[in-house]
Nanobody, 117 residues
Framework: VQLQASGGGLVQAGGSLSVSCAAS????????MGWFRQAPGKEREFVCE???????YYEDSVKGRFTISRDNAKNTASLQMDSLKPEDTAVYYC????????????WGQGTLVTVSS
């Protein structure tokens, strides 16, 4: 599975931004798509993931502000980020794992999201 992330950029605090991820290669409906982020000087952290249907899970700090969605027909996943805060500044990575595998195996290149105060 190859993942290609797009979107990101610079936005002021309180603003919105979206990032997208396109999957190709060995794809099917039986994989989970997720987003991780890595802020400067910090370890990469889980942001959210969406299963094959609409079941989605979020890290506590982004609940109510971020929304992940997916289009299984197009093998894409999107992350809508609202009410952005400076602490959301990070490189965002899309990732994928098989439904029965807890570890994310496939990673896209990162895309930078910068939130100015």
């Amino acid at each position: 599975v190859q993942l290609q992330a797009s979107g990101g950029g610079l936005v002021q605090a309180g603003g919105s931004l979206s990032v997208s991820c396109a999957a190709s290669g060995r794809t099917s409906d039986n994989y989970v798509m997720g987003w991780f982020r890595q802020a400067p000087g910090k370890e990469r952290e889980f942001v959210c993931e969406i299963w094959t249907g609409t079941n989605a899970y979020y890290e506590d700090s982004v609940k109510g502000r971020f929304t992940i969605s997916r289009d299984n027909a197009k093998n894409t996943a999107s992350l809508q980020m609202d009410s952005l805060k400076p602490e959301d500044t990070a490189v965002y990575y899309c990732a994928a794992r098989w439904l029965k595998t807890p570890k994310y195996e496939y990673w896209g290149q990162g895309t930078l999201v910068t939130v100015s105060s």
